[in-house]
């Protein structure tokens, strides 16, 4: 168990305690406010070297990290995968053992395979290894800034701050996540960071969604959608990809639509407070209707504003508190 | 010891242990009044004055600070809270410092800064405020005033004003608050 | 050229008993109390150890010809020397497949030049696609008496079924890999809660138990006779036992692996422990051993699986499945049966005696064959001994395995019980513990 990620790698939410989290979520407060500043950059990591390995493509999750790097003063060194020899065979080993010679305090690592940071931080014990997203594991930051957007949109509605409310916030609060359960690494990452902070999580998918042994995950399975609309105080949507609603898990992306998408009639039937949140890029028409997504734009927006901060935080506890720089 | 100090302390096991109070709450209260009366003295107003906090240890008395010029100037005085977790040269070697809120909500530029600490020691904190400080602009001058300076200095900084000149060991600790001034020592909880 | 052991406790099917063993060229030529041997003989101590008939695997990987940086037919057979193997069944899915007279004569070839019997297991059907039937006469009269696609199992039933019939009356076996790869979809590691933690595509036990059931009933249909490989879950042992005590001509094998590693292996996704079958849960584990204490399984066969050290340094789901097992096998079993209250009568039925029986590899057997297996060391027989010592303690270390691959998942592990000698076509291949 991580009781607190200073000085620490993060490869999954798993094993992060609840004071951890919090800790982040803290810290990411400040870098809140750094953002909002004319100069949106402080020396903390002056002089580190943090290396950004994106093996599978994702833009914006990229430019999230290097900003937060770039913002704490590290040097990014950033690998451009099509360019790169790892199509030509080069071994995860050595593409890390190469990077690793240049000297780095961190690593960035996103890749298509489960576990590939977790394999990349037995490589190079000595650097730091965050975890951008492998496989259908994990996407810890994306968990973090999804707890972070939560309790931030929640303060301000209750005229505070989120360093006031702290974690107390999160307790009892209904939070239903919806869709592509069994092949998400952001359900995975935000289940783990609610639970732990006391949320009290719903799942709702098709049953060919739903991973195999959830009866032992840290959730209730809802059978009833609708119901479960009204009974959530946040809402979280799941991205489809396009492939499995082609057949191989449901039978159309027009049925899932049918069964599992927010749809307008849906939505009207909603609390009007509920929180609708979705790590992007969102498919119009499919998991939400287009008119919804403008009904909820400004809180998906804000997640993706909230990125920066968090993962500054991130950075800023796990490589500021490694030891003397390499 | 300072309140960071004592929060690094704190987080390497190490709790805050007094051995004799030198400065009750009253003589805290005067020594803040003076150095009031002794900003607005050389500085004739403020009108052009910020007021900056240290977080955490300097904020309360910043706060204080800004309390009494206001009631000297007849003008509202406020104090900004600046945190300098994020500017000290030393993050690769001690436990990284809880970061606390950043609160200066105008550009600097022109302004007279009056930097506010609860203790002065190394001046490593003063540096690295001073650093912090040139992202809100150019000041026109930068002064600090600190309850109390404890010597031990590893640069050329030196307060403008004083609360108390308390000469020490280096190996003892003060905690200085508005509630009064102690000496001790840290040791292991 | 002769060599006696000396002072080994002699392991017969029923009763054990301390006495020497005279080898004179390449037969055994007198077992007794204390054998007057001719002055030139080379002496072997072998106080303490078992000896036994010599191990046979019906399930190595030799990758060669094809994938020769992994493994050769040479390295393959020192590597099985080493752990005490006198006959290795080549399985066929090497580049080009062994699916013709031509490419099944190249590995008889090159495995004459090794000190083992090199046998081959043909594929069952053309380049192990599962559509066409591969020539199995024509090997048979090569002398294969195995046929498997391993690596893959034969999807299409009626193909299954066709190949039995056409196997039954060439007097061959099939040995089947069960697994529906359209049910495992694609996985990695055991389907479970595990998997879904790691975020890893399961293999279902399912996947493996319902070829297991359709098989089981297209023998009985058949009358053929068949072989399981590495069967991994509690329900597929517990199915071919049934059916075996029910008369059907079927055997099967278990592999080292599934009974001494669990799934929990793969928490640190090293691709080391990425084998198929997947290393399943704890309680198949324990199904596993128990079979094999109670004497159920016919075989403990390695699915010896060499891949190049840069395969394994893929992440967990791009990394090859298999792993190592020639070195160790013996040791693992000797363990998993209680050493050191380890019954060495149910050692060597499993390492040798049911290995040699399915592989056709006995003196009774119908020629042409290699030289005899699993036989009793008794006058007469052909010379291919093991002598294993249940006292030695020893540790595996990656980078002292014969095999030119490194894909162990025991290194680092303290073993107990060592293969000392080899006897092997009655040549002294390992003594104390090295090749000669």
Not at chain 1, 126 to 148: K, S
Not at chain 1, 188 to 204: F, H, P, Q
Not at chain 3, 253 to 279: R, S
Request: glycine content about 8%.
């Amino acid at each position: 168990m991580i009781t607190s990620l200073r000085g620490q790698s993060l490869l999954s939410l798993n094993e992060v305690s609840r004071d951890a989290i919090l800790e982040v979520l803290n810290t990411a407060e400040s870098f809140v406010e750094v953002n909002r500043r004319t100069i949106k950059k402080v020396p903390a990591l002056k002089g580190r070297v943090v290396a950004s390995l994106f093996f599978e493509e994702s833009t914006r999750t990229r430019l999230s990290f290097e900003t937060a790097a770039k913002r704490l003063s590290a040097d990014v060194l950033s690998l451009a995968v099509a360019s790169s020899s790892v199509k030509k065979g080069e071994s995860l080993r050595d593409t890390i053992a190469t990077i690793d010679a240049l000297g780095i305090d961190a690593v960035v690592l996103r890749h298509r395979s489960s576990g590939a940071a977790l394999q990349v931080s037995r490589y190079v014990p000595h650097v730091r290894v965050i975890n951008a997203g492998d496989g259908q594991h994990q996407h810890p930051t994306q968990g973090l800034l999804d707890a972070f957007t939560i309790r931030q949109v929640l303060s301000q509605r209750r005229g505070t701050t989120g360093l006031e409310s702290g974690g107390e916030l999160f307790e009892g609060l209904r939070i239903l996540i919806v869709g592509d359960i069994r092949h998400s690494r952001v359900a995975r990452s935000d289940i783990a960071a609610y639970s732990t902070l006391g949320a009290e999580v719903r799942v709702c998918a098709p049953g060919t969604l739903l991973p195999d042994d959830v009866e032992q995950w840290p959730v209730t399975v809802a059978t009833d959608f609708d119901e479960s609309l009204e009974w959530a105080d946040v809402v979280g949507l799941l991205r489809l990809q396009a492939e499995r609603g082609s057949g191989a898990f449901v039978p159309s992306l027009d049925e899932f639509t049918f069964t599992h998408g927010l749809t307008v009639e849906r939505f009207a039937r909603m609390r009007p407070e509920t929180l609708i949140m979705h790590p992007g890029p969102m498919n119009r028409g499919v998991e939400v209707d287009s008119r919804v997504v403008d009904a909820a734009a400004a809180i998906v927006e804000q997640q993706v504003a909230n990125g920066v901060p968090i993962r500054m935080a991130v950075l800023y506890l796990s490589v500021a508190g490694s030891g003397e720089s390499s | 010891m300072s309140s960071k100090d004592e929060r690094q302390a704190r987080s390497r096991g190490l709790a805050f242990f007094a051995k004799s109070q030198l400065m009750s709450a009253d003589d805290v209260t005067r020594a803040l009044r003076r150095m009031s009366h002794e900003v607005v003295e050389r500085n004739h107003s403020t009108e052009s004055l910020s007021i900056i906090g240290l977080q955490s240890g300097g904020a309360p008395i910043a706060v204080a600070l800004a309390g009494y010029l206001s009631e000297i100037s007849n003008a509202p005085v406020t104090a900004s809270l600046l945190d300098v977790s994020f500017y000290r040269d030393d993050l690769s070697h001690n436990p990284v410092p809880a970061s606390s809120q950043t609160s200066i909500d105008h550009d600097l530029t022109n302004r007279t800064v009056v930097l506010v600490d609860d203790v002065l020691f190394t001046g490593r904190t003063i540096r690295a405020a001073l650093n912090a400080l040139s992202d809100w602009g150019r000041p026109r001058a930068v002064q600090l005033c600190v309850l109390v300076d404890r010597g031990h200095r590893e640069l050329p900084i030196r307060p403008d004003f004083v609360g108390k000149n308390l000469p020490t060991a280096i190996d003892e600790a003060i905690v200085a608050t508005l509630d009064g001034v102690w000496i001790g020592t840290r040791e292991e909880t | 050229m002769s060599i006696v052991l000396r002072q080994g406790l002699i392991i017969g099917p029923t009763s054990s008993v301390i006495g020497d063993v005279l080898v004179v060229d390449g037969t055994i030529a007198d077992v007794g109390p204390a054998i007057d041997a001719p002055s030139d003989a080379y002496e072997v101590d072998a106080r303490d150890c078992w000896v036994g008939p010599g191990f046979v695997d019906l399930h190595t990987h030799l990758r060669e010809p094809g994938r020769e940086a992994a493994e050769t037919i040479e390295s393959g057979a020192r590597a099985g020397a080493l752990g005490g193997y006198c006959a290795l069944v080549a399985m066929p899915n090497t580049e080009p497949c062994l699916d013709n007279v031509a490419t099944v004569s190249y590995v008889l070839a090159r495995g004459a030049t090794t000190p083992l019997d090199i046998c081959v297991a043909g594929a069952i059907t053309q380049g192990r696609r599962g559509e066409a039937l591969a020539p199995m006469a024509e090997m048979a009269a090569l002398g294969v008496r195995l046929f498997s696609d391993d690596g893959i199992g034969v999807r299409d039933p009626s193909v299954m079924r066709r190949a039995l019939l056409y196997a039954n009356p060439l007097g061959v076996r099939l040995a089947q890999h069960c697994e529906d790869e359209q049910l495992a979809g694609g996985g990695t590691m055991n389907e479970g809660a595990l998997s879904s933690r790691l975020g890893l595509t399961g293999r279902p036990a399912l996947a493996e138990e319902l070829m297991v059931m359709r098989d089981l009933e297209l023998v009985r249909a058949t009358g053929a006779a068949m072989h399981f490989l590495h069967l991994s879950t509690a329900r597929s042992v517990a199915l071919v036992v049934a059916a075996r005590a029910q008369g059907l001509r079927v055997t099967f094998e278990i592999a080292p692996h599934h009974f001494t590693l669990d799934e929990q292996c793969c928490e640190g996704y090293d691709p080391a422990f990425k084998v198929h079958p997947p290393l399943r849960t704890r309680d198949d584990v324990a199904a596993l051993v128990a079979a094999l204490r109670r004497g159920d399984v016919d075989a403990v066969a390695t699915d010896h699986a060499p891949h190049a050290p840069e395969l394994k340094d893929l992440p967990f789901d791009e990394a090859p499945a298999g792993m190592l097992g020639l070195e160790h096998a013996a040791s693992l079993t000797y363990e998993a049966l209680g050493a050191p209250q380890c019954d060495p009568a149910v050692f060597f039925q499993v390492m040798s005696r049911g290995p040699a029986a399915i592989a056709q590899l006995r003196r009774e057997d119908a020629p042409p064959r290699h030289s005899a297996h699993g036989g009793s060391v008794a006058p007469g027989e052909d010379a291919n001994l093991t002598v294993f010592s249940p006292s030695t303690h020893w540790t595996v270390s990656r980078s002292a395995l014969a095999s030119r691959s490194m894909n162990t998942p025991y290194d680092g592990r303290e073993l107990s019980g060592r293969v000392r000698a080899t006897i092997a076509k009655g040549r002294l291949v390992v003594d104390q513990e090295v090749l000669t």
